[in-house]
């Protein structure tokens, strides 16, 4: 009784930490311990991939610092190890933690720059296909459909091919990050937009919104201010989805030689200039960057499947 | 139409002043009519028949041709079973739902044909309270944040503080206390939600409110609150109601008009007490003798016989000559208008009109 009264009187001057303290979604949280290990392996690999510069033990993009003599080192626990090269060094005698580290990088970026893109492109026209609806929608939703019938993968590889033939391969390297996120970006859009569209028209017909129209409210201030902050979990779980989905394309496409360059290895890269020594032995320049892609990506599904549990109304009992 | 003396019929329970009758009346409504497609986009309508392509679209007709005039400081009352086009009309006249015939004025105005800028002025005098108060409130939004939208929205120039003492202001008027702005809709009871629905209406102070069902979704014995709370607002600040429902003992105690609707068609408006006392149209003969009453002494009740025709395919003739005791040929055939009765009031039935019934 008294802590109903005293939550009761609290929760007209609740502040946003103590709604956040009192929220179904952590408590589920500090219930689930896949998602409690999922997150912390995540933050763990983003601090350390932020962090790249401090952490690694050589910087591979220092052509100085590269001894091509020390090329295909094993990983400590292997015969023929150098105790200064922990996971050992690839065929240009990088040092592969800190490439890794390195790579981390560059795929993060690249998968929530990517992301970033989508959801920005998908939002917009999937708010604008739902609310206008009519000529609109069916417009923005055919586009959809012809992007949606050609493979991600399909449509970024002859982007990048199609650049690289005509800027040549040193612009491509130069610009390949933010190229990739726009390529990745531009490819996947149609996700969103289905999703918020689906989204809005369940919210359209509430009478929120009709109130918002009576009050003589224009159109964007109706979709941005009233729409769209209902639309939000389904975004947040796709979200999480499709950094994923972003990560992987950016390797696929590295791993065909469309990617990051080289110089600048992705994790992507990475396994593909391994790819090449696996057959002499060398097969730690492809492993280990692998694992590490398998396991960020498996913790990003890990928790979007745990958020898209707490966010489905069906299953929240809030 | 009628500008017959209605003097002798003020015996509602409303007590809001009249209006001299000659004046405009603030709101009319002529020839609106609806229809809602059922047929999809172009590409669905087409269909081969006969070794021939055709495009074959099928309507819904939701209101066919509502003639209705609202005058200043009164609350008209729309009744009718659902589906019979009572919230589309009130959807139509705030703007929400495009007609597709007929026309609407505002104190002379037309404002069907208007866009949303140029009907900005007139979202300030008319303003609406909808049926579900469980929905009507953005559930991501503060109290606060939903008074202060409107208001701010038609008010650019007033200062925060000014904005701050307005939702002050309407928060009392429906006896929310202002201290509550910091919650959000759903910390709210369902009279508690209605209650902010209408303080956002009456925020910008209007002097049109269409309530479409405002207090079916309530409980009992929150519908007298919120029912008087409307007729306090009305007697404040002066305002015009138009006022949907199906709860005939609500129009019985709030209405100054009624105005009965039957498939999309207005077929009786007339003062309270005179439509309860003498209904002339047999439809709301039938519908008065459905309302259980205590007294012993009353008429049978009437029967209807069959169900509402489908509106897609709507009947000839009056909309109810198939369910009508008393139809004949013309009623098969001919339309019905609206005419004055010798009671202050209008029906649209060819056997009144003949004396018949």
Known sequence: MTTSTSSAASSSTASRWERFRDSYLLYSFLRDPIAQVSLAVFILMVACAVLAPWLAPMNPYDLAQIDILASELPPFWVDGSDPAYLMGTDAQGRDLLSTILYGLRVSLIIGFGAVALQATLGVCFGLLAGYLGGRVDAFLMRMADIQLSFSTLMVAIVVGALFKAIFGGATFSTYAVPL????????????????????????????????????????????????????????????????????????????????????????????????????????????????????????????????????NPRLYKG | MTTASLSSSTGSSSGASKAPETAEPLLSIRGLEKRFSLSGDFLEQLKFKGGKLVREQKHVHAINGVDLDIRRGEALCVVGESGCGKSTVARTVMGLITPSAGEIRYDGERIDDRSTRELLPYRRRMQMIFQNPYASLNPRMTIQQTLEEPIRLHHPDWSPARVQDKVAEVMNAVGIAPDWGARYGHEFSGGQRQRIAIARALAVDPEFIVADEPISALDVSIQAQVLNLLMEAQQQRNLTYLFITHDLAVVEHFGTRVAVMYLGRVCEVAPTATLFATPRHPYTQALMSAIPRLEDDRPQHIRLQGEVPTPVNLPSGCVFHGRCPHADARCREEVPTLIATDQGGQVACHGVEEGRI
Do not use: C
């Open chain 1, 180 to 311: 990739l996120v726009l390529i990745i970006g531009l490819a996947e859009w149609p996700q969103y937009a289905r999703t918020v569209r689906a989204s809005v028209l369940a919210e359209k017909s509430k009478e929120y919104v009709d109130a918002a129209r009576v009050m003589g409210l224009p159109s964007r201030r109706i979709m941005f201010r009233h729409i769209l902050p209902n639309t939000l979990s389904p975004i947040f779980v796709i979200s999480t989805v499709q950094v994923a989905n972003a990560i992987i394309s950016e390797a696929a496409l590295s791993f065909l030689g469309l990617g990051m360059p080289e110089t600048q290895p992705s994790l992507g890269s990475l396994i593909k200039s391994g790819f090449d020594y696996i057959q002499s032995g060398s097969w730690w320049i492809t492993l280990i960057p692998g694992l590490v892609l398998v396991v960020l990506v498996l913790v990003i599904n890990l928790l979007g499947d745990w958020l898209r549990d707490v966010l």
